[in-house]
């Protein structure tokens, strides 16, 4: 099976960096994406790494590691509309609909404060 | 727009029924993916169909079934509905058999009242 944790909620400041962390288990890993979801509408791509190390994509980064089964997603000059939830997804293993599925977690809700 | 169309966007109705839950995927997409959103839970994977045909399972109960036709919409059917099944179903569609990333559609909000 697979398990995906990240936390459930984290506060920060307008103009400042957040860091959210996911560590995953599973089974027939190919990647690790992460999505960002406003409430009530549908999650967004934001980012994936298959391979070790850091993506960089404007204000949003994603770090991954694959033998610590950890990874990060960095924002950069918060927003006020950054506040949303931030949902860390591994792509394969059996929960998520096979080689090709995503199992999510239950999502980081952040909060940003003027 | 994401490319993915979800209908109808909200459905009331009452215990015991049978609502049916519509998906057309982005033009080029073979993958059909139906997840449930309920309040307190992530984004439970349910089904996937890929050209029409089950590709794999999650924690769909059986009183939900769904299909993908040859013009590669597929739909949801939720029957006995009970008040837990209260949720944002979303339906995402990828390229190929999967990969690189989802995109999903704007979800249809259903309560049962």
């Known amino acids: 099976g697979q398990n995906i944790d990240q936390p459930t909620e984290m506060t920060a400041t307008e103009g400042a960096i957040v860091q959210i962390n996911c560590t995953y288990q599973t089974s027939g890993f190919n990647g690790l994406f992460w999505y960002q979801q406003h409430a009530g509408e549908a999650p967004t791509f934001l980012s994936y790494n298959v391979l070790d190390g850091l993506e960089e994509k404007g204000r949003f980064s994603s770090f991954l590691s694959r033998s610590k089964g950890y990874s990060y997603l960095l924002l950069k000059e918060l927003q006020m509309k950054d506040s949303a939830s931030y949902l860390c997804?591994?792509?394969?293993?059996?929960?998520?609909?096979?080689?090709?599925?995503?199992?999510f977690g239950k999502g980081t809700h952040l909060i940003i404060q003027p | 727009d994401s490319g993915v169309t979800q209908t109808p966007k909200h459905l009331i109705t009452a215990t015991g029924q049978r609502v049916t839950l519509r998906c057309s995927p982005r033009s080029g997409d073979l993958s059909v993916y139906w997840y449930q959103q309920s309040l307190d839970q992530g984004l439970q994977f349910l089904i996937q169909?890929?050209?029409?045909?089950?590709?794999a399972k999650g924690n769909i109960l059986e009183r939900f079934s769904a299909q993908q036709f040859p013009d590669l919409h597929s739909e949801l059917n939720l029957s006995s509905l009970e008040l837990g099944d209260s949720a944002l179903y979303f339906c995402?569609?990828?390229?190929?058999?999967?990969?690189?990333?989802?995109?999903f559609g704007s979800g249809t909000r259903l309560t049962v009242v």
């Open positions: 995402a569609s990828s390229t190929t058999g999967g990969g690189y990333g989802y995109t």
């Open positions: 169909y890929y050209n029409g045909e089950e590709r």
């Open positions: 997804a591994a792509l394969g293993g059996e929960s998520g609909g096979g080689a090709d599925g995503l199992t």
